[in-house]
């Protein structure tokens, strides 16, 4: 799992004193730096490896100059060269990317981060949403096995004789 800090120190919150408009270049610059490195490491990893990543899921920190309705075109070459390097990865199979859709269907973007926990315990996450993108790592890696059930008490309420799975198989 990553997060936008973890590809530059600057876009989190524990980095306030990097966020000036003239440096924005050099933080994409650093964050390419650090998604190439990454890209490389994961190509390394061994192919029977199950390999999951999950990209940030905080919101960037508030650094660049366009108001809050509108996208910067820093923000926008951050975006992009992520999704980039999710791509990359991803091709052949051999690393499992969680879905962006899924984890935003199971933890809204609204209850993901929380400061408390992130100023005193260097977690930046709610229960809940670090318990949501686990969920979704461990389902990549270990798959869902299908669910298979025998219900024997039906008490000739619903079915007459023994159900199947191609229907009733024998009346008494």
Known sequence: MIE??????????????GWQVEKLPDIVKSVDHSLER????LKGLPSALPTCICLPTLPLPPLF?????QSSVFELALRRNLAS????????GRVSVVSGQRLDETSPLGKRFDFRTEVTQWFPY?????SNVGELLA???CGR???KGLITDLDDTL??????????CCDP
């Open 65 to 69: 100059y366009t108001g809050a309705q």
């Open 126 to 130: 709610k229960t809940v949403h670090a």
């Open 85 to 92: 390097f999710a791509e990359e990865i991803s091709i052949g």
């Open 139 to 141: 389902e990549l890696i």
């Open 4 to 17: 936008w800090a973890d590809l530059d120190s600057r876009l989190g919150l524990r980095t306030l004193g």
């Open 38 to 41: 990454l890209t490389r490491a």
């Open 159 to 168: 079915w007459s004789g023994v159900l199947g799975e191609v229907g009733v």
């Open 145 to 147: 096995e299908p669910k």
